[in-house]
């Protein structure tokens, strides 16, 4: 197992920054996930650590060792690609042991190894297939069994499931993590779906124009985001503009209390309070007590399994959602007590 | 394998949305078959019927049915101007593709205002005729003129040397011909190809010439091959610059033919051997063809 650091890297184009300032240290044996938004930089982050870019400022670590000038071919990190890039000229089994057969193993051990790999990913017997043969998610499983042909140092995955129609994403997320833990192979996942991210991570990095955001476990990352950036990337959540008051936080009318990120608050300043709506608690109109808010239902989303309820409360929507069997009948127009639970209650800094 | 029958099944009973009907319709099909008839079709057959003319003394022929133009082929003389003629446009088109492909690769991997100027470059070189080539590369070849004189400048020759007319200068016209066409062929296939697989190639530990002998060329093996083939047929219909720039032994079969045709006013004999250079080329294509297959799996 082998562990990556990343020093200080920096990646311009021209007078574009595509990356500044990151330093991450990839545990070994983890699966770390670069996630944010289209053009915020996971991509370029991820083909520096490959080698296919080079920074222009920093040092990548591998095991304490400088690898920032080490070329592609000499990294021994197998990465997938978001196209996949298999080889259409070449069969399933030869895409496979291309790696071995740049070193110069001989055609059987070729075979052997590309057969292994196969059942390794639960596609067998299909070596002698070509690969325009081959659905999509079975293309998937050849293109990972390519990039772990090489038993790679760092195994690198560009947005490897975005092709495949959404259940069988959600399958092959489970898939691929067992088989991560399984080979123990420390892993860098990059992904804009934050589901994906939160399925298959031990550590979720947030990036943002350029720039981690925020690096912690998944739940943490939920739980207590850093920024509102985060805190709207990452799950749905009511983020509620509220003004530092002497006793709390005022929102209208009402005065709420927070449990988290409380302290160096200036009284008069504007501040952004996030709630999660499966935190927040519907009660009957007029029922009095701490944190909470009067309001009128605005919609109801029911999707079956759970329901969302949307209250604006003196100009502010609010989401509620719980599961149908924890919910009352509701219905739009109806007035409610919101109760935002103050342990719930997380500020963030602008 | 059953997957030609699954993919063939389901095409049979779907009826076209749009099924052509009447004339009309039919148009955009009949129409370059008609041209394909009268500008192709038809001079061949006529092409093909004067080949057994008889001829008669004095620049005149006559209608018949004699073999004795194609006899007349097998004569040292002209198996080995087929020979020739085959082995040097067989090499253009093999340098061609050699100085092409790489050229190409370069080129899709530059920026598009940049591939565009080139581009704009290589077609103006095909606004050039055949004629005008010749005697361009007959001059800056020659003693008097050429580029040797220029090697002197520098100090690198003593004197200056003719290098026309010889078999390398003849070969490097049919390969200025013959680039433009290598080039133009060749982007699409190139520009189409996901840049991913020789990062891909990289990944998995192949240096970038490796990647570009292992993944690059075997992807493009299609269009090389169609490149090759469409070189060999256009120098092979070359008649000027073997002139300009070879000596009589280099005359390819086309400069016989042309001589036959205009300077012996021998028509049937001219069109005997366009017809056999016609069915060797395509014979020649077809096994090429029939290799390039066999090699896919």
């Given at each position: 197992?082998h ?9 311009d184009?021209?007078r574009v ?19 944010g ?18 920074p ?8 304490g ?20 890039a298999?080889?259409d ?8 042991a291309?790696?071995?057969r740049?070193r ?9 190894r590309?057969?292994e ?12 297939r ?15 069994a390519?990039?772990?042909a090489i ?14 129609d959404a ?13 991560q833990?399984r080979l ?38 939920y739980?207590r ?21 002497g ?22 300043a504007?501040?952004t309070l ?7 608690q519907l009660?009957?109109a ?15 989303r ?6 969302e ?6 100009g ?24 935002l ?10 | 394998m ?12 779907a ?5 052509p ?13 008609a041209?394909?008839?009268?500008f192709f ?43 020739f003629?085959l ?6 088109a093999?340098?061609?593709?050699v100085?092409?492909?790489?050229f ?5 991997r ?43 400048t520098?100090?690198i020759?003593?004197s ?9 200068a ?25 840049p ?11 240096s ?7 993944v690059?060329?075997?992807s ?6 169609a490149t ?6 256009f ?15 280099h005359?390819?079969?086309?400069v ?7 300077y ?8 005997a ?6 069915l060797?080329?395509l ?14 799996r």
């Open positions: 197992m562990e990556l650091r990343l020093q200080g890297i920096a990646k184009y021209g920054t595509a990356v500044t300032d990151v330093d991450l240290a990839v545990p070994a044996g983890k699966l770390v996930c670069f996630l938004p289209s053009g915020c930089g996971k991509t370029t982050l991820l083909r520096i650590i490959a080698g296919l870019e080079s222009t400022k920093g040092q990548l670590l591998l095991d060792r400088d690898v920032t000038p080490v070329p592609t071919h000499q990294r021994n990190f197998g990465m997938v690609f978001q196209s996949l298999l080889f000229h070449l069969t399933v089994g030869e895409n496979i291309y790696a071995l740049i110069g193993a001989d055609k059987a051990a070729q075979r052997k590309a057969e790999l196969l059942a390794m990913v639960q596609l067998p017997g299909v070596a002698d070509h690969v325009s043969q081959l659905s999509g998610g079975q293309r998937q499983r050849v293109a990972i390519r990039a772990l038993d790679p140092s760092l195994f690198l995955l560009d947005e490897p499931l975005s092709a495949l259940k069988l994403r959600e399958a092959m997320q489970i898939e691929l993590r067992q088989l833990q123990g192979v420390t892993t860098i996942l990059v992904t804009h779906d934050q589901r994906e991210a939160m399925t298959m991570a031990d550590v979720i990095v947030v990036m943002g124009q350029g720039r981690i955001q925020q690096a912690g476990a998944p739940l943490e990352i739980r985001p850093a920024n509102a950036f985060v805190a709207d990337f990452i799950g749905t959540g009511n983020l509620l503009p509220v003004r530092v008051d006793a709390g936080l005022r929102l209208g009318d009402a005065v709420l209390t927070a449990s988290e990120g409380l302290d160096g608050l200036k009284p008069g504007g501040a996030l709630v999660r709506p499966e935190e927040v009660r009957p007029g029922e009095a007590g701490p944190n909470r808010v009067a309001g009128t239902v605005d919609f109801v029911d999707v079956g399994n759970s329901v309820v949307y209250v604006d409360c003196a502010t929507r609010l989401v509620a959602a719980a599961a149908r069997k924890d919910l009352p009948p509701i219905a739009a127009g109806q007035t409610v007590t919101v109760e639970p103050p342990e719930s209650c997380v500020v963030l800094a602008a | 059953t997957a030609p029958a699954m993919t063939a099944a389901p095409a049979a009973p009826p076209a949305r749009n099924a009907h009447g004339l009309l319709a039919r148009l955009p099909a009949l129409w370059p078959a041209m394909l008839c009268v079709l038809i001079p061949f057959v006529i092409m093909v019927a004067f080949s057994f003319y008889h001829r008669v003394e004095g620049g005149l022929y006559q209608p018949a049915f004699e073999l004795d133009n194609y006899a007349r082929f097998w004569s040292p003389l002209f198996t080995r101007v087929l020979g003629s082995m040097i446009c067989g090499l253009a093999v340098f061609c593709v100085a092409a492909v790489p190409t690769w370069f080129l899709s530059t920026r598009r205002p940049a591939q565009v100027a080139w581009l704009v470059c290589i077609l103006s070189i095909l606004s050039l005729s055949e004629v005008i080539m010749g005697f361009a590369w007959s001059i800056l070849l020659s003693r008097s003129a050429g580029l040797s004189n220029l090697l002197v520098l100090g020759l003593d200056p040397e003719a290098w026309t007319p010889s078999f390398g003849l070969l490097m016209g049919l390969c200025f011909i013959g680039f433009p066409y290598s080039v133009l062929m060749l982007y699409p296939a190139v520009n189409r190809l996901d991913e697989i020789t990062e891909a190639a990289r990944t998995l530990g192949a970038p010439l490796r990647g570009f002998f292992t690059v060329i075997p493009l093996r299609q269009a090389i091959l090759a083939i469409l070189v060999f047929v120098t092979l219909g070359c008649y000027v610059l073997p002139q300009v720039l070879g000596k009589p032994e005359w390819t079969l086309s016989l033919i042309t001589d036959q045709a205009i012996q006013s021998n028509i049937p004999f001219a069109a051997l366009a017809v056999f250079l016609v060797v080329s014979a020649l294509i077809g096994l090429t063809l029939l290799l390039g297959q066999g090699r896919r």
